[in-house]
């Protein structure tokens, strides 16, 4: 880390990390992003447009630079940071329709989750967006008090939907409202219902999933900028309004970054703000769906791969976190890290009991400044059930993929050096056997099977 804070900082949070009942512990916000590139914010060199909001997370906190999700897709990646296990042991790995239930492949109702581990502690808890992770009873199966979104992914993919979610209750829309709005809205609502209890606020929003739709006054700014793409694309998006899904990109952004900006200004408003911890992540890397053009935009930044991919770009993700009663930004962190990280990180800053056999590490070191408290991870490890099969892991400063794990689940391992190669375009396999060897280990400790999930 670029800079260390007071001791007298950590025993500030010595104090607020007593017991429930006691003033002073930290609220904590989560706001995930859907399908955002690690180069889609201009904190972390987006170009194109700029997220002013966004980027005061990483002005006035830490910024980290190699953080991962949990996975290339949304399920897992999910069901990682929901239960701090990485997809070679979590119960969700991949992608799956639950027929039974009509739902996306649900959690088990026995699950340790971040939310009840919030709720253990004595927090409010509230999930504002898109579960994902099972039927619309899941999410109050899991620790949440309050849901109110999309339930099933796939309806996620539409910004004017039919029907949205609050609790149990299925909600007929008219088809013209934006969906993100009301999300919003019901997310500060909680803010301001529950501003004198500590609470946990998981905002996970749609936005840039999907379709490339957003309401005409965000669109028009980039119009011009974008005026060769009129139209060429409209097929992609279902709201008629949404003639040009390039355009209609950086004004998802924009509307985004809106959001930040209002929950940040309500923390102000409610005086709060201090003692909250706003978490700001993506759950994957960017899509190349709804005529969303990650290429032109560059939104893997430096990296290589999109979503689906377990190269850089499909699973670095942007990760900033804002304290502003311990953390005294900027700092940038180099710390390796891992959606599966966030369960224990919570444990630790709300003084609850980590569960045992989980995959993560908590960060919480970092975020305090004790950096020579801060422990590593012996590697990460990601499994993907899509296109033939895939396996990952991040050792050290190196990187093994293999691909094709249903037909050849012993076929050939690349390897790359992440500290000279960011864009994983050398394959040192060859010449290194020794890594070669390393990764085969590694994929074979880290894998346990699954009657569910299995690689064809």
């Not at 009509?102 to 004595?122: C, H, I």
């Not at 509230?126 to 992770?133: D, S």
């Not at 924009?254 to 709060?272: Q, S, W």
């Not at 959606?339 to 003084?351: A, N, Q, R």
Request: one cysteine or more.
């Amino acid at each position: 880390m670029t800079k260390f804070f007071p001791f007298f900082l950590l025993a500030l949070f010595a104090m607020v990390s007593l017991s429930a009942a006691e003033p002073g512990r930290p609220n904590v916000i989560l706001i995930l992003a859907d399908d955002l590139g690690y180069g889609d914010l201009s904190c972390y060199g987006q170009k194109h447009f700029h997220t002013p909001r966004i980027d005061s997370l990483a002005e006035q906190g830490v910024k980290f630079t190699q953080f991962y999700a949990g996975s290339t897709v949304c399920a897992p990646s999910r069901c990682a940071l929901m239960t701090g296990f990485h997809t070679g042991h979590a119960a969700i790995r991949g992608n799956r329709w639950n027929a039974a239930t009509r739902s996306d492949w649900p959690l088990p109702d026995e699950s340790v989750t971040v939310a009840k581990v919030f709720k253990n502690a004595g927090y409010a808890t509230g999930l504002f967006g898109k579960w994902g992770l099972g039927a619309p009873e899941s999410p109050l199966k899991q620790g949440f008090d309050e849901f109110f979104g999309y339930s099933v992914q796939v309806d996620a993919h539409n910004y004017y939907p039919p029907f949205l979610y609050d609790g149990t209750e299925k909600i007929p829309m008219d088809g013209k409202t934006y969906s993100h709005d009301l999300i919003e809205d019901r997310a500060l609502a909680f803010l301001r219902k529950n501003k004198d209890k500590p609470f946990f606020c998981y905002i996970p929003v749609t936005i840039p999933h999907a379709a490339m739709q957003v309401p005409e006054e965000y669109v028009a700014p980039w119009r011009e900028k974008f005026a060769s793409y009129e139209d060429i694309r409209a097929k992609y998006s279902s709201a008629a309004e949404v003639r040009n899904p390039v355009a209609a990109f950086p004004g998802m952004i924009t509307r985004l970054d809106e959001t930040v900006g209002k929950i940040l200004d309500t923390l102000k408003e409610l005086d709060i703000d201090e003692n909250t911890i706003v978490f700001f992540t993506s759950d994957n890397g960017p899509h190349k769906e709804g005529g969303h053009d990650s290429t032109l935009f560059e939104s893997y930044g430096p990296l290589r791969g999109f979503k689906r991919d377990l190269t850089e770009g499909g699973i670095r993700v942007p990760l900033l976190v804002r304290w502003p009663a311990v953390v005294k930004g900027p700092v940038v962190s180099d710390h390796v890290g891992a959606f599966w990280d966030f369960l224990p990180t919570v444990c630790e800053l709300v003084g609850q009991p980590e569960p045992e056999g989980i995959d993560g590490v908590s960060f919480a070191p970092t975020l305090l400044g004790d950096a020579g408290e801060q422990k590593s991870h012996e590697y990460l490890y990601w499994e993907f059930y899509e296109q033939g099969g895939k396996v990952a892991a991040r050792w050290r400063n190196f990187k093994g993929i293999r691909l094709n794990v249903g037909k050849a689940p012993d076929g050939p391992i690349a390897v790359y050096d992440l500290s000279n190669d960011l864009k994983e375009q050398t394959d040192i396999a060859e010449s290194r056997p020794d890594l070669v060897e390393k990764f085969r280990q590694i994929f074979e400790k880290a894998h346990s099977p699954s009657d569910v999930f299995q690689f064809r």
